[in-house]
């Protein structure tokens, strides 16, 4: 079985400009977080998206927003690229109830 | 205080040592508990989870979690230099919520 597919696997931007990244879930799993990791710290929560409804948020400003599709996918945008957005940013579902899964994540470097 | 606590290392030992792990968290409201594994520029791969008290045994991997003291430990035997990567802890108070980590632990194991 597939695992958590992100695309794309990188991405260079500059300060200003919008971005967004993709995400398929597991067959099966209909909920969908976003995390983002910085360099050499854990992974923070963003979103979590459930049967296509925001279930929480994370404490990231506006500029950050997803949404979840009906068939489960996901995409995460941020808008007003800043230097310090530059991290890998991970996606992961679950099954109801379950633990999460991650995929292989999208490294962001914003220049 | 951060709501889980994790040396990040780095930790370097022989191979074939027993590698010991750990995580301090501060909200009794975390029911469940994971570690991950991390290589390199990857995504997060789960190694644990688990959800009462008590030792978890898989392969070489143990995990412990004493939910008195509000610690969680992760045990490698017989480490292997593939064994060496970053390991994060996770925990959640329900299954549907979002996943809060730790900084994680950079492992090294040596040949």
């Known amino acids: 079985d597939a695992g958590v597919t992100q695309s794309p696997t990188h991405l260079i931007k500059t300060r200003g400009q919008q971005v967004t990244l993709r995400c398929s879930p597991i067959?099966?799993?209909?909920?969908v977080s976003w995390y983002q990791q910085v360099l050499g710290q854990g992974p923070q929560f963003i979103f979590q998206y459930y049967e296509k409804e925001e279930r929480g948020r994370g404490n990231f400003p506006d500029r950050f927003s997803a949404r979840q599709f009906p068939n489960y996918s996901s995409e995460l945008n941020v808008n007003a690229l800043l230097l310090g957005d530059s991290a890998l940013y991970l996606c992961?579902?679950?099954?109801?109830?379950?633990?999460?899964?991650f995929g292989p994540g999208t490294r962001l470097t914003v220049l | 205080q951060k709501e889980v606590e994790q040396d990040p290392g780095p930790l370097s030992v022989p191979e074939g040592a027993i590698v010991s792990l750990n995580c301090t968290y501060s909200?009794?409201?975390?029911?469940?508990f994971m570690w991950y594994r991390q290589y390199s520029r990857k995504g997060p791969e789960l190694l644990m989870y688990t959800y009462s008290s008590g030792n978890k045994e898989d392969g070489r991997f143990t995990a412990q979690v004493d939910k008195s003291s509000k610690y969680i430990s992760l045990f490698i035997r017989d480490s292997q230099p593939s064994d060496s990567a970053t390991y994060l802890c996770?925990?959640?108070?329900?299954?549907?919520?979002?996943?809060?980590f730790g900084k994680g632990t950079r492992l090294s194991v040596i040949a």
């Open positions: 067959s099966g799993h209909k909920s």
């Open positions: 996770a925990t959640q108070p329900s299954g549907n919520t979002p996943l809060v």
């Open positions: 992961a579902s679950n099954s109801f109830g379950d633990t999460q899964y």
């Open positions: 909200n009794s409201a975390f029911q469940y």
